[in-house]
């Protein structure tokens, strides 16, 4: 059974602090991992994809890749209250047609 | 700008009447992807066109169907909604695997479905 878990939170940090998003996966072979930012009501958005171990940085985001671990994680620099959002982490089959597993999403909370 | 649409944002059926949802891309995408996502859930892939080769996920119920006329445009048909089939449907579009390796998917806005 493929499957990505995810803390469904609520998460919540202050104004100005870094959030922490972690996500595991059961599949050794996946290859492709993403995170997502879905409003409430609205369609995901793409935040940051990874493919190798270790650290990818895009602004106030870092993405954090173990394979070993099987472990992806989110990190939020300077969060704002704009972040508060559901953030969803998607990994693909390994060695299948491409396909995405979501996680259930873990929901972010940023206190002004 | 590039994007994908989705048409209407939002449904209202009544139980048992057949219902179409539209999506396009002007990505210009080969991958074509149809998701069911409820409250507090994760998003759903139903099935996913590579080009024209349909793909059908195992456990998606046969009252959704979907055509892919050309490259630029994908329909999802429900053809006798139930109550449990209320929920956001989602269509995605991404460019082609290679090896094992999937480039990321672009959602488009969704559409509400409600069934009454």
């Known amino acids: 059974q493929k499957e990505v878990e995810q803390n469904s939170g609520p998460l919540s940090v202050p104004e100005g602090a870094i959030a922490s998003l972690n996500c595991t996966y059961s599949?050794?072979?996946?290859?492709?991992f993403f995170w997502y930012r879905q409003y409430s009501g609205k369609s995901p958005e793409l935040i940051m994809f990874i493919y190798s171990n270790g650290d990818k940085e895009d602004g106030r985001f870092t993405a954090q890749l173990n394979k070993a671990s099987q472990y992806v994680s989110l990190l939020i620099r300077d969060s704002q209250p704009s972040d508060s959002a559901t953030y969803l982490c998607a990994v693909n089959y390994g060695g299948s047609q491409g396909n995405l597993i979501f996680g259930k999403g873990t929901k972010l909370s940023v206190k002004p | 700008d590039a994007m994908v649409i989705q048409n209407p944002r939002y449904q209202v059926t009544q139980f048992g009447k057949p219902v179409t949802l539209s999506c396009s891309q002007t990505l210009n995408h080969n991958v074509m992807y149809w998701y069911q996502q409820k409250s507090s859930q994760a998003p759903k892939l139903l099935f996913h066109y590579y080009d024209k080769d349909f793909n059908n996920e195992a456990d998606t119920p046969d009252n959704f169907q979907s055509r892919r006329p050309n490259t630029s445009f994908c329909f999802l048909d429900i053809r006798s909604p139930g109550l449990g089939d209320a929920a956001m449907y989602l269509c995605?579009?991404?460019?082609?695997?290679?090896?094992?390796?999937?480039?990321?998917?672009?959602f488009g806005p969704g559409t509400r479905l409600t069934v009454t």
């Open positions: 995605a579009t991404s460019r082609d695997h290679f090896r094992g390796f999937t480039y990321e998917q672009y």
């Open positions: 599949d050794r072979g996946s290859q492709s």
